[in-house]
C-alpha cells in the first residue's frame, strides 16, 4: 500500500470485565481461531492468580496488568547496516508495540513452562512476572541491557 495506511481495527471489550486490553491479549492467546477457548482459559488463569495471591487491595485483573508493565520493554535493538558492518542500534519502541511484545513474550514464556494445563502455566507465568522474575521479565531485562551496551551507536538511528 503506497498512498494511505490501513485503518485501525477495532476491538471490542471482553464480556467479563470490559476491557479492551484483554481482548488484545486474548486475541494473541488464541491457537487455530479457537477464541472462547482462549478466553475460558484466560479467565481460568486469573482465578488461579486469585487463589494463589491473596493480595486483598489488588483484583487479579490490575495484578495481570502489573505483571504486563513489568515484563514490556521500553526499548529494543534493530540492527543497522553502515558500510559493511552490521550495528545493533537501540530504539525506543513504540506504545502500540510495546503492548504487543509484552503480550506475545508472556505467552511464550507461559508455554515454555512445564504444566498441567494452558491456564496453570499462564497463571504461573503471571504471578512470576508480577514479582519481578520469571523467564518474560528475563527476556525484558535482556534487552535492556543490549541495549545499554550499544548505546554508542544510537546516532545510526534512522
Do not use: C
Amino acid at each position: 500500500m503506497r498512498k494511505s495506511k490501513p485503518k485501525k481495527q477495532i476491538l471490542l471489550p471482553d464480556p467479563k470485565f470490559g476491557d479492551v486490553s484483554v481482548t488484545r491479549f486474548v486475541n494473541d492467546l488464541m491457537l487455530n481461531g479457537k477464541k472462547s477457548k482462549a478466553f475460558k482459559t484466560f479467565y481460568k488463569a486469573l482465578d488461579l492468580v486469585d487463589q494463589k495471591i491473596n493480595e486483598n487491595d489488588l483484583t487479579p485483573l490490575e495484578i495481570w496488568k502489573k505483571a504486563l508493565e513489568n515484563i514490556t520493554p521500553g526499548v529494543e535493538v534493530k540492527s543497522r547496516r553502515v558500510g559493511g558492518a552490521t550495528f545493533q542500534v537501540p530504539m525506543e519502541v513504540r506504545p502500540e508495540r510495546k503492548i504487543s511484545i509484552g503480550n506475545k513474550n508472556l505467552i511464550e514464556f507461559a508455554r515454555k513452562r512445564s504444566g498441567r494445563s494452558m491456564s496453570e502455566k499462564l497463571a504461573a507465568e503471571i504471578i512470576a512476572a508480577y514479582k519481578e522474575e520469571g523467564g518474560a521479565f528475563k527476556k525484558k531485562e535482556d534487552t535492556h541491557r543490549m541495549a545499554e551496551a550499544n548505546r554508542a551507536f544510537a546516532y545510526f538511528r534512522f
